[in-house]
């Protein structure tokens, strides 16, 4: 089989698959499976220092679109196609004090392996940027390869947590800079789509001295009203608050998020997320110029951890370079960020024959009708 070995943020990876930062990646039993199965790394479900509740109710559901038909619904449905999956999970439900023994049992068992500690903490004062450096000095006293700042989770009513920090450069800039001040390991930061510009978020973050950037998390929605009961399909005493929508229904929408970010900063690492069920996808996100990809939701619905994932992705890979052997590809450096230049604005997109496009400005040849002019007498 090809060798699909690469390194990223200096870091050795057996294959450049990881399991996201989700359910799949909640438990130490399930990232043993993984890890068998073979997931070159997995990012840790967010670690905290307290306890987190979670509503009453399912956490997590899934869009689904019948056969011939336009119209998702969460509702069971046969011959239906996986459209996304919502969901309104916090971070994990067990503190760093549960976490470390596991982190440190997991990476005896598998010191080949890369495991990513996923954490989050505020960031109003100073008492809560220590917070994230004790998160730090516990996951990689444990053993974690690397840590990913989660500045993306988009359920915090918090404004200094989760997708608030994402959205706010300065929180993303101070945050990044505490938690490199006692990081021995490289530091990944998870950034939320829901912003104008990410770009604006990741220099912030790239300035407070970031390793690499991962997104997409989840994009936020909400669930629909079922037209029968005239309630959400998801809600607690007729409530609902903003989920999270992952999965296919994202792809586009998070490769869109990181052309930006790739083309911005040609020059750093990117881990792309968002939809990616197999090959095919992860390597759009390659394309474009990731280092690594990371999956959720494909995982979550294959077997709790994705066995037949991370089989489709190395495959796919190993097959991919078998047929490209002939451009001298043998590794993802051979073909990453191939066509991150291919994205470029409307007036740069061929017309045909001869007509010009100025990205509606006015200027000679804009495309329109030439001037007539005036009649003389
Ligand atoms: C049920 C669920 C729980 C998640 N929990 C976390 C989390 O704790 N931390 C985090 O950074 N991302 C979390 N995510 C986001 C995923 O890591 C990933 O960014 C997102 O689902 C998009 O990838 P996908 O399309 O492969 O699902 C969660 C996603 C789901 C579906």
Not at 147 to 166: Q, T, W
Not at 220 to 229: H, K, N, V
Not at 278 to 307: E, K, R
Request: proline content about 7%; some cysteine.
């Amino acid at each position: 089989m090809a060798d699909l070995s690469t390194v990223f943020t200096g870091i050795r990876f057996e294959n450049p698959f990881l399991l996201a930062s989700a359910p799949p990646t909640e438990s130490e039993s399930n990232i043993m499976r993984a890890f068998e199965a073979g997931w070159g790394g997995v990012v840790t479900k967010t670690i905290g220092l307290h306890p987190v509740v979670n509503v009453r109710g399912p956490k997590t559901k899934f869009f689904r679109v019948p056969s011939g038909s336009a119209s998702p619904s969460m509702a069971k449905q046969p011959d239906s196609t996986l459209m996304a999956s919502w969901n309104w999970e916090l971070i994990s439900d067990k503190p760093m004090d549960w976490w470390i023994p596991r982190i440190e049992r997991i990476k005896k068992a598998w010191p080949e392996r890369v495991l990513v500690a996923s954490i989050m903490a505020g960031s109003g004062n100073d008492k809560e940027l220590a917070a994230w450096q004790t998160l730090v000095e516990g996951v990689q006293g444990a053993g974690a390869d690397a840590i990913e700042l989660n500045f993306s989770c988009p359920h915090m009513d918090r404004v200094d947590m989760g997708s608030n920090v994402g959205k706010d450069p300065v929180l993303c800039s101070v945050s990044t800079q505490a938690v490199k001040e006692v990081s021995r390991v490289p530091v990944w930061v998870k950034l939320t789509p829901a912003t104008a510009n990410i770009v604006e978020e990741a220099e912030a973050t790239f300035r407070g001295g970031a390793d690499a950037i991962s997104s997409s998390n989840t994009f936020p929605a909400l669930p629909l009203i079922d037209p029968e009961t005239t309630e959400f399909e998801v809600h607690v005493d007729g409530y609902v608050s903003s989920g999270g929508l992952g999965g296919p229904a994202i792809l586009p929408l998070s490769l869109a998020k990181m052309a930006q970010l790739t083309q911005a900063f040609p020059d750093r690492e990117f881990s792309g997320i968002g939809g990616i069920s197999g090959f095919d996808q992860a390597l759009s996100y390659f394309l474009l110029g990731c280092g690594t990809a990371q999956v959720g939701t494909a995982a979550m619905l294959d077997h709790a951890i994705g066995p037949n994932v991370i089989r489709d992705l190395t495959e796919g890979m190993a097959a991919f370079l078998d047929r490209n052997a002939g451009r001298g590809w043998s590794s993802l450096a051979d073909f990453r960020g191939l066509r991150r230049a291919n994205v470029v604005s409307q007036s740069e997109i061929g017309r045909p024959g001869d007509a010009g496009y100025h990205g509606g400005y006015e200027e000679e040849a804009e495309g329109y009708a030439a001037e007539v002019p005036a009649p003389h007498g």
